[in-house]
Nanobody, 114 residues
């Protein structure tokens, strides 16, 4: 049973920061990442990180967001700075385990508004 528990979402003003956490359990994970879904839009990749530490960030996230991973804790973090209203979305943690199985967290709401 794979379980992904997200935390850290909330309401923040434009230009502010949030740090999302995702605690993964139940398997050995080759990749952990974050997707987001804004109202009326399809889910989209934000960032992902492999067990070896290689990262991949979408262009809109580069320079503002940082993804990191603590393998000992099976936890992935997304540090989001300089937040914009268009960053408002539900953010989902996604895992890829050693058997190539994909799992999703329940999501955490991020709202950027003045």
């Amino acid at each position: 049973q794979v379980t992904l528990v997200e935390s850290g979402g909330g309401l923040v003003q434009p230009g502010g920061s949030l740090r999302l956490s995702c605690a993964a359990s139940g398997s050995i994970f080759s990749s952990l990442g974050w997707y987001r879904q804004a109202p009326g839009k399809q889910p989209e990749l934000v960032a992902e990180i492999t067990r070896g530490g290689n990262t991949n960030l979408t262009d809109y996230a580069k320079g503002r967001f940082t993804i990191s991973r603590d393998n000992a804790k099976n936890t992935v973090y997304l540090q989001m700075n300089s937040l914009k209203p268009e960053d408002t979305a539900v953010y989902y943690c996604r895992s890829l385990d050693w058997r190539s199985r994909i799992n999703w967290g329940q999501g955490t709401q991020v709202t950027v508004s003045s």
